[in-house]
């Protein structure tokens, strides 16, 4: 190959990576399936009006709010660390917690001591969009 055919090669790779990419950020939950997929979660969170804590954070209007932020709620260490540092749970930041909480927080802090208190993880990235769209409509109003 020379230099006229790779340097097509590479801008057309280029042009497919960021496509991948833009289409994964904009992709997009079904919010009745994930009122579903939910039920994992049900055991620990509570959503909608009236939701109090278990185990977990009630997570009404999650989306758009400081992590760590939910009164009366006794959060790990490393979440309360995360939230001191700005962290906001936008559908993105979310859509990664959920994959592996533990890691997340790991990288998130730069610390490989970091923890979480939630064990569970969604693996599957059609859950976690899911998820992340049911949890956009429960809102605080």
Not at 77 to 86: H, L, R
Not at 91 to 100: A, I
Not at 120 to 134: S, T
Request: hydrophobic share 40%; charged share 30%; glycine share 8%.
């Amino acid at each position: 190959m020379t230099f006229k055919t790779i340097k097509p090669v590479l801008l057309l790779s280029a042009m497919i990576a960021g496509q991948a990419m833009i289409t994964t950020a904009h992709a997009e939950g079904d919010a009745e399936v994930g009122k579903k997929v939910f039920k994992k979660c049900a055991s620990c969170h509570m959503v909608g009006e009236g939701a109090k804590n278990k185990v977990g954070p009630y997570l009404t209007g999650i989306v758009g709010r400081s992590a760590a932020s939910v009164e009366k709620f006794k959060y790990g260490k490393s979440i309360v660390a995360a939230g001191e540092a700005g962290l906001i749970w936008t559908e993105e930041e979310l859509f990664d917690y959920l994959k592996d909480p533990k890691k997340y927080l790991r990288a998130k802090l730069d610390d490989k001591k970091a923890k979480s208190k939630m064990a569970f993880k969604l693996k599957k990235e059609k859950d976690r969009l899911n998820v992340i769209a049911y949890l956009k409509t429960i809102t605080a109003e």
